[in-house]
């Protein structure tokens, strides 16, 4: 789609919102990102409002999950390829290069830009940048955009297909309808391809039982243990002295600071305490189970949120792989499929490289090394510089067999094998 095309189709986009919106939209609500729709309802507390990421955060196996997934997600490096006849070479030197490997923008590096997209992917379904060109008209830097500024719209035609626009909040306050040329809009799984599903609508029940879990233990030991506590007495007490009563108590005997402090009360009033066993309404248990939950929900083994109870020393190593495989590897392929859609030139493409997340111990690695080493399939400087350890002189040689003959080299003949045997005795010689 040329630009004179593509800006009538955001003037048309414009002018009829109802059709900038796409036809999934109406029939199942996935691309309505404001209105009433099954989407926005679906884990709004009964109310139609999500759990606010502030509050969701509160709960530490959400905030550590989070801080896991975006962690894996900017460490691992992301490189620039461009094909070639005999397969793939880096290019290190081109903007859009740089952009995801050095440096996002002036102010952030392109681990922070990494980091703020895997989080908005993962509590937001979407993440968006404004994209800043130099005077060749290259990619050069990017600038976050804040998820909730976000509405994303779609024009559709016979003669040139799909054309998407998003509606931003930018920076400076003020608010515009972006083609892509100018906003780099990536959603997360989807079930339409426009609008990433929202955590904080969708898990809003799990994020607010276990945020409530957490707020009733702080009260419940803030309480002195004590839930609640009734003061009774047989003299009628109106309204106004009730509210004393209790703020004087609550002033005086509430927190821990206050334990085991004396009471002193007058007018015949006694002081009742309602028991509550945490142990019998499984407190403790309930909790776990949320973290269970929260693991479920972010697509990571138990262990890494440190919940232990079910974890043995045989099955960690393999649980710690499964997260890369399962959960890590579908983000770098998205991510790696948009920056190539976005910014790649003809026959060029970005590519995650996981391999130092699936590295095992030392021991399993070097012997793994020795048996590529053996097969020619790595050559002694490849292997250094998986090591972060620079070449040597002669290390880029391939070796065959046993490792200790070099790739082009004849095998030496083999000898002749020697004798080791004790040589018989010599034969008496015969008499005539």
């Not at 990433?196 to 702080?218: V, Y």
């Not at 009628?236 to 334990?259: H, L, S, Y």
């Amino acid at each position: 789609m040329g630009m004179i095309t593509r800006a009538r189709a955001a003037l048309a986009a414009w002018r009829e919102p109802s059709a900038g919106v796409s036809a999934s939209a109406g029939d199942d609500g996935m691309s309505d990102t404001g209105g009433m729709t099954v989407l926005n309802l679906l884990g709004g507390k009964g109310r139609g409002a999500p759990v606010g990421e502030q509050r969701a955060l509160s709960v530490p196996a959400a905030l550590r999950a989070l801080e896991v997934l975006c962690g894996l997600f900017a460490m691992t490096p992301v490189h620039y390829y461009r094909r070639t006849d005999e397969g793939k070479e880096r290019v290190d030197s081109a903007p859009q290069a740089r952009m995801f490997s050095t440096s996002a923008n002036a102010v952030q590096p392109a681990y922070l830009l990494k980091e703020l997209m895997m989080g908005d992917l993962l509590m937001r379904g979407q993440f968006a940048t404004f994209i800043h060109r130099d005077t060749l008209y290259r990619p050069s830097s990017l600038t976050r955009l804040v998820p909730d500024g976000l509405a994303p719209h779609t024009h559709w035609s016979k003669a040139d297909g799909l054309e998407l626009f998003v509606d931003a909040s930018l920076p400076d306050g003020s608010r515009e309808r972006l083609t892509r040329n100018d906003i780099w809009y990536v959603p997360g799984f989807s079930r339409d391809g426009l609008v990433g599903l929202d955590r904080l609508k969708i898990l809003a029940d799990t994020f607010e039982a276990a945020a409530s879990m957490n707020e009733f233990a702080a009260r419940f030991w803030d309480n002195n243990a004590q839930p609640s506590t009734v003061l009774t007495t047989k003299a009628k007490v109106d309204q106004t002295e009730k509210v004393k009563i209790r703020t004087d108590w609550a002033q005086r005997f509430a927190g821990p600071r206050n334990a085991g402090a004396v009471a002193v009360l007058d007018q015949e009033m006694k002081a009742e305490f309602l028991s509550h066993d945490n142990k019998a309404s499984q407190f403790i248990e309930t909790r776990t189970f949320t973290v269970v939950e929260v693991a479920r929900a972010f697509g990571v083994p138990p262990h890494i949120l440190f919940e232990l109870s079910r974890a043995t020393f045989s099955n960690i190593e393999q649980q710690s792989l499964e997260i890369v495989l399962y959960t890590m590897l579908q983000h770098f392929e998205r991510a790696a499929a948009h920056m190539t859609h976005a910014f790649a030139d003809e026959g060029h493409f970005f590519e995650f490289n996981p391999d130092a997340l699936l590295k095992g111990d030392i021991k399993s690695r070097y012997e793994a090394y020795s048996i590529a080493v053996d097969k020619g399939l790595l050559n002694s400087n490849e292997i250094r510089r998986m090591e972060n350890r620079n070449d040597r002189e002669g290390g880029d040689q391939y070796r065959m067999g046993s490792g200790s003959t070099l790739e082009g080299q004849q095998q030496p003949k083999p000898s002749k094998p020697v004798d080791h045997r004790t040589p018989p005795p010599p034969k008496p010689a015969e008499e005539d």
